[in-house]
């Protein structure tokens, strides 16, 4: 079963615009982590949030989690045509005994 | 190795033929994850291996499926007498210790077509 819900499910943007992704979870967490995906590749982990982070910042990445609404925001800021791909949240529950549940994603296109 | 390396990348295969995917994770990493991806979805866990010992498959959707790792290295996922709703990429990921806050380092999958 799948516990994170990308929304929205596909977004398609200029070059240089900023795109902004969205995760939804059901269960109480240790941490989330977003990972891309280029077609017919496997994921390439981004970034990792802790649950009791509420922000982090990797170049032109940036990452939000507010765990009263069971919820995280991935923004790529100036996208590149190289930024096209799909994107993933994952989350690990609370207890630490499970693996990684990730999320159904979102398929972005950044037009040049 | 540098990474993970799976193989084959593409598997057809007539239904009811048995399959044999293999993973070749990061050396030195004691974590292995097989995971299904059906077109359009995201990975679905199907097993988890901490070195040699299997110690979740309650993700393989059923007893045609098996995955080992004898070795506590390399891991082979077997499919016993395919069936069409089998066609998908089958990705593996190895991380350096346990579950927790672990960075998946995926393969680039085998994908598997159940004609």
């Known amino acids: 079963s799948q516990q994170g819900e990308e929304d929205p499910q596909a977004l398609s943007i200029q070059e240089g615009e900023n795109a902004t992704m969205n995760c939804s979870y059901k269960?109480?967490?240790?941490?989330l982590q977003w990972y891309r995906q280029n077609s017919g590749r496997g994921l390439v982990h981004l970034i990792l949030?802790?649950?009791?982070?509420r922000e982090k910042h990797s170049g032109r990445l940036r990452v939000t989690l507010d765990t009263s609404k069971k919820s995280s925001s991935l923004l790529i800021t100036a996208s590149r045509a190289a930024d096209t791909a799909s994107y993933f949240c994952a989350t690990d529950e609370f207890s630490g005994n499970t693996p990684l549940v990730f999320g159904k994603g979102t398929r972005l296109s950044v037009i040049a | 190795g540098a990474g993970v390396s799976q193989s084959p990348r593409y598997k057809v295969a007539k239904r009811g033929q048995d399959v044999a995917l293999r993973c070749d994770p990061i050396s030195g990493h004691v974590s292995l994850f097989w995971y299904q991806q059906a077109l359009g979805q995201g990975p679905e866990f199907l097993t988890y291996f901490q070195n040699e010992a299997q110690l979740d498959k309650s993700g393989l959707p059923s007893d045609r499926f098996f995955a080992e790792r004898p070795e506590g290295s390399v891991s082979t996922l077997k499919i016993q007498r395919t069936q069409q709703e089998d066609s998908a990429v089958y990705l593996c990921?190895?991380?350096?210790?346990?579950?927790?806050?672990?960075?998946?380092?995926f393969g680039a999958g085998s994908r598997l077509t159940v004609l």
């Open positions: 269960t109480s967490i240790n941490n």
């Open positions: 990921a190895s991380s350096l210790t346990g579950l927790g806050a672990n960075v998946l380092t």
């Open positions: 949030i802790r649950s009791n982070e």
